[in-house]
């Protein structure tokens, strides 16, 4: 079945360590998203890719990095320069509304719950 | 203020009881989405709108454009309807979504 798959599901990470999230997704879409969810707010942006080796900085890009080499993958890693990385991370993929057709409609990762030790 | 506004932010009800989420935005929109999310934190999509009305089950979803407003009604409410709802829109011209904070439902039996 096609889906969008995170991994992994838990993660801890001591303080200088870089980590890396995976974001995999057999949907053939266009646009992915990498989002931070914390307590009591509402989801923010770190980075979004709209096509193969290209991507954009969102709102919060600041000590994460991504990469976009294949348009199934779009892995995030948390560098020891976020400053406060304990969060939930939510991987998301929609067919690029910039694309010639498209649904638009949203597909969201299980999450990965990062805690820094 | 926040570019998308969900109200209320926490709603319990009985089960069998009809329940509307609002939401309003303020900004030009392609779409707006409605989004579910379970405790364990994994993200449904329930209905993406740029019109009218969309129907799934018992769940009802409606926009008004130029008032720029949707609600989410849930028919019959169960306890398995207990989740977090939570609003996005499409800007024009661009994939990035603005997200609301997010409507917590709590249905008892």
């Known amino acids: 079945d096609g889906g969008i798959t995170q991994s992994p599901k838990y993660l801890f990470r001591k303080e200088g360590q870089n980590v890396t999230l995976s974001c995999e997704q057999n949907?053939?879409?266009?646009?992915m998203y990498w989002y931070r969810q914390d307590p009591g707010q509402g989801l923010r942006l770190i980075y979004y890719?709209?096509?193969?080796?290209?991507?954009q900085k969102g709102d919060i890009a600041e000590g994460y990095s991504v990469s976009r080499e294949k348009k199934e993958s779009f892995p995030l890693t948390v560098t020891s320069a976020q400053k406060n990385p304990t969060a939930f991370y939510l991987c998301?993929?929609?067919?690029?509304?910039?694309?010639?057709?498209?649904?638009?409609?949203?597909?969201f990762g299980e999450g990965s719950r990062l805690t820094v030790l | 203020k926040n570019e998308v506004e969900q109200s209320p932010q926490n709603l319990t009800a009985q089960e069998g009881e009809f329940i509307t989420i609002n939401c309003s935005y303020s900004?030009?929109?392609?779409?707006l989405h409605w989004l579910q999310q379970h405790p364990g934190g994994g993200i449904v999509s329930l209905f993406m709108?740029?019109?009218g009305k969309k129907k799934h089950g018992r769940l009802i979803a409606t926009i008004n454009i130029q008032e720029k407003h949707s609600s989410l009604h849930i028919t019959a409410s169960h306890p398995r309807d207990s989740a977090v709802y939570i609003c996005?829109?499409?800007?024009?011209?661009?994939?990035?979504?603005?997200f609301g904070t997010g409507t917590r439902l709590q249905v008892f039996p």
């Open positions: 998301a993929s929609s067919t690029s509304r910039l694309a010639r057709t498209n649904t638009g409609e949203l597909f």
């Open positions: 949907l053939n879409h266009d646009a």
């Open positions: 890719s709209q096509i193969v080796n290209d991507f």
């Open positions: 900004v030009g929109i392609s779409a």
């Open positions: 709108l740029s019109s």
């Open positions: 996005a829109v499409s800007g024009r011209n661009t994939d990035k979504l603005i």
